[in-house]
């Protein structure tokens, strides 16, 4: 039997991916860990408040919101994200947007002010366009949701389009919840 060139090629690519895959640092953490630092600290970079610092925000339980305004799955859980900014006191919580994106023109300050406007978003967005961020918390989809602690401990990641009432946003809320209350 005869195996063609191309055949050992595509095993030899494919073995490669996969072998890249399970040691890739960019596999999902197990939790809890420490959430990374704020990879930005320009002031353009940040859009509804100046740049942040993970360490300021101690004391308060986040939730960090990994999205892009072009993706679908992103701008359809904002309107649960921001039930939960009316849900919840802002002297204890916080949602901290990091806009990461995934096409060329999603890099521009002027587009996501205008998304964030129209979206109704006014919790901080930080602007991820070097994929800083994403790579310091090892993410690897849109839009992803990280709810941390008081401590900056990372206690769960949940993933997908996420909206009130569904099974994924009551697990959410019910950690949130849970980690005010400690």
Not at 11 to 36: E, H, N, R, W
Not at 100 to 109: I, L, V
Request: aromatic share 12%; net charge positive; charged share 25%.
């Amino acid at each position: 039997m005869r195996i063609s060139k191309l055949k050992v090629l595509i095993v030899v690519i494919v073995a490669i991916g996969c072998g890249f895959y399970l040691v890739s640092p960019y596999a999902k953490q197990s939790t809890p860990f420490s959430l990374p630092q704020f990879t930005q600290t320009s002031e353009q970079a940040w859009i509804n408040s100046a740049p942040l610092q993970v360490e300021e925000l101690r004391g308060k339980v986040l939730l960090i919101d990994i999205w892009t305004y072009g993706c679908w799955n992103c701008y359809r859980s904002i309107p649960w994200l921001n039930s939960l900014e009316g849900r919840f006191d802002p002297e204890k919580f916080l949602i901290v947007g990091i806009h990461t994106p995934e096409f060329d023109h999603e890099h521009k300050r002027e587009s996501v002010i205008k998304k964030c406007e129209e979206f109704q978003v006014t919790h901080p967005v930080m602007m991820d366009n070097d994929f800083g961020y994403w790579k310091a918390l090892r993410n690897r989809y849109w839009p992803t949701f990280y709810v941390v602690d008081k401590k900056g401990q990372v206690q769960g990641v949940f993933i997908g389009e996420t909206h009130a009432g569904d099974k994924r946003a009551k697990k959410v809320e019910k950690l949130i919840t849970k980690l005010i209350s400690q």
